[in-house]
């Protein structure tokens, strides 16, 4: 290995060590479930999943994926638009636009790649995008794809986005770009607010749902929560959270897949997603469109959850979703919750800088539809226990 890049590597490795930003992988050795086996130790229950709905492992769920594999095979065997479709491939996309009550969608193979397929494609240099100062990870990393001009608005600030508008009124096309569903903080976009501000000063409104899709609106996602579905231009949603699978899609007119179809680059140069995954996520979403128990289950699941955690003392944020952050502040403190959860039973991880602010440290918890009020108890039981040695409640 070249000597200059060993030391370089060695020399960022022992910074992060030092500040506590280092984390090892931690790995699972059973599905993902509501009790797993992971780094060796038996029935930790598994607070840190977005498998929300318990889609993963759901028998119809592998079925499906068994049954593709032995009809089309394991791969696609190529890019969708040179001979990777399959018919499969577009019956998803025909059912997704007919969950999320839009013209068309295309699907991508994550939600990271949707992100970087979708924004650079529909903006160039006389374009101004504005975006959420705590928009997800591969957001910024769209915008940073797009030769458009970016302004940063305050977290769920409308006075700042308002006044991005007003200083943007150059600009030849516009984009707001929101999450639905703040990944690290589980607080919701105010999405009404944001369609009539946009339609106020012409700009066109992105939404990535990837944690509200399966989650929010009966599974159909933020903006269908909001019943405002019909007055935005373009929502993002995953299939590897509550859909339990692997991939992305984007939802919207005709008109904007058609486009997208012709000229987004991970579409056009990354190989379609194999028949196993199309028919997994497929039979995910009949079940999530005809068995209403599974998304009431989180939510019950949920309330219980965050009233368990607020009598014990625990500060959870300002979360209105399954996204249950409970707060800490220093980066050390914060992994040595998680460390000491993890002796007690429960997978609950650190979330440190950068993936949040520094000194905003804390211990993210996801409760799903899987879990039972038995694993809920004996985990809220660890929490009182660490948490009051470490002298956080
Ligand atoms: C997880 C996430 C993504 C990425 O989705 P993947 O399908 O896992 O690539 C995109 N946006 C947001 C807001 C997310 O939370």
Redesign the pocket.
């Known amino acids: 290995m070249n000597g200059t890049l060993f030391q370089w590597l060695e020399a960022q490795l022992e910074s992060l060590k030092e500040q506590n930003l280092y984390k090892p992988l931690v790995v699972m050795e059973t599905p993902s479930e509501a009790r797993i086996t992971v780094n060796g130790k038996k029935g930790v229950i598994n607070l840190s999943s977005n498998n929300y709905l318990g889609l993963a492992n759901h028998p119809k769920v592998k079925e499906a994926a068994i049954r593709a594999i032995e009809r089309w095979g394991a791969g696609a065997g190529a890019v969708r638009p040179i001979i990777g479709t399959m018919s499969l491939h577009m019956e998803l996309e025909r059912r997704l636009a007919a969950f999320k009550h839009v013209e068309a969608a295309l699907v991508f193979q994550?939600?990271?790649?949707a992100?970087a397929g979708v924004i650079p494609t529909i903006t160039d240099a006389e374009d101004v995008i504005l975006t959420d100062e705590l928009n997800?990870a591969?957001?910024i990393d769209g915008v940073r794809l797009s030769k458009a001009q970016r302004k940063i608005y305050k977290h769920l600030d409308m006075n700042a986005l308002e006044e991005a508008l007003k200083e943007s009124q150059g600009a030849k096309k516009r984009l707001i770009i929101t999450?639905g569903v703040f990944?690290m903080d589980g607080d919701v976009a105010p999405l009404k607010e944001i369609v009539e501000l946009a339609e106020r000063y012409d700009a066109a409104v992105m939404v990535?749902d990837?944690?509200g899709s399966g989650v929010m609106g009966g599974g159909r996602g933020t903006a269908y929560h909001y019943g405002v579905h019909e007055r935005i231009d373009i929502q993002?949603g995953?299939?590897?959270?509550a859909v339990g699978v692997?991939?992305?899609y984007i939802a919207g007119s005709a008109r904007l897949i058609d486009w997208l179809t012709q000229r987004a680059r991970p579409f056009l140069f990354s190989t379609a997603q194999p028949p196993a995954v199309v028919a997994a996520v497929l039979a995910a979403i009949e079940l999530m469109e005809t068995d209403s128990s599974l998304t009431e289950r989180l939510w019950e699941n949920t309330r219980y959850w965050k009233e368990g955690l607020r009598k014990l003392g625990f500060d959870t944020g300002v979360s209105v979703t399954p996204i249950t952050p409970v707060m800490v502040g220093d980066e050390g403190r914060a992994q040595q919750l998680q460390r000491g959860l993890f002796e007690e039973g429960v997978m609950a991880l650190a979330i440190v800088y950068p993936t949040v602010a520094k000194g905003k440290a804390r211990v993210r918890t996801m409760p799903s539809a899987m879990h039972s009020k038995a694993d809920l108890d004996d985990a809220l039981m660890a929490f009182e226990k660490v948490g009051k040695r470490l002298g956080i409640i």
Not at 238 to 241: C, I, N, R, Y
């Open positions: 994550s939600g990271f790649t992100n997800h591969s957001i999450d990944s990535d990837a944690h993002l995953t299939l590897s959270k692997m991939g992305g």
